[in-house]
C-alpha cells in the first residue's frame, strides 16, 4: 500500500502535536530499535515522530529508509531532524485515513 498525498497530508496534520518518543544518536539505527519501533510503539499509536540527534553520523534520509524497511511502516515526513512514521494497526486501530 502506498500513503496519497491527501493522506499524507491528513497524517502530518494528525502528528504536528505528538513528541518525538524516540531518538537515533551516534550509533544510528539498531535491530533493537527497529524491534522497539516496530513491534511496540507503531502497534499501539500507529504514527509516531523519531528525532534524528546531532552526533548521528547517518544522513536522516538513510534513517528514514532503514526505519521504515525495518518496520514495515511508512514515512509520512521528514522535517529538520524529525521523522514521522506510520503503521496500520492490526489490533488497536484509531485512525481513518481518508
Partial sequence: MKLTGKQKRFLR????HLNP???VGKDGVNDNMIKQIGGEALERRELIKISILQNCM??????????????DA??????GNII???????????ILLP
Avoid at 511508512?74 to 522535517?79: A, E, F, L, S, T
Fill in 13 to 16: 496534520a494528525e502528528a504536528h
Fill in 21 to 23: 518518543i524516540f531518538q
Fill in 58 to 71: 547517518e544522513d536522516k534520509d538513510e534513517v528514514a529508509e532503514s526505519l521504515a524497511d525495518g518496520t
Fill in 74 to 79: 511508512h514515512i509520512v515526513q521528514i522535517i
Fill in 84 to 94: 514521522v512514521l506510520y503503521k496500520e494497526s492490526e489490533n488497536h486501530k484509531e
